[in-house]
């Protein structure tokens, strides 16, 4: 999946799993996942080399497609 700074629109490199860099602003980023029927945080289930997402609100696994990514800035 290719990101874009929300203030330059570079695109963003990786530097962690769940955090991104602009080059450019020298801005870093987390990815922050929401369910797409409730709107809460996601958790990140990792077993045996797959990774799901889980809804807590709504007590069931969803989709990655479905899923909303945001940007998030780091605090400095």
């Excluded at 990101?3 to 962690?16: F, G, I, Q, T, Y």
């Excluded at 602009?22 to 990774?51: F, M, N, S, T, W």
């Amino acid at each position: 999946m290719d990101l874009h700074c929300p203030h330059c629109d570079n695109k963003l490199e990786r530097n962690a799993e769940l955090t991104r860099f602009c080059p450019a602003c020298h801005e870093h980023y987390d990815i922050k996942i929401d369910c797409d029927q409730c709107g809460g945080p996601l958790q990140r289930l990792k077993a045996c080399g797959a990774v799901n997402l889980w809804c807590d609100s709504c007590n069931e696994l969803k989709s990655k497609s479905n899923a909303l990514y945001r940007l998030v800035k780091q605090d400095s």
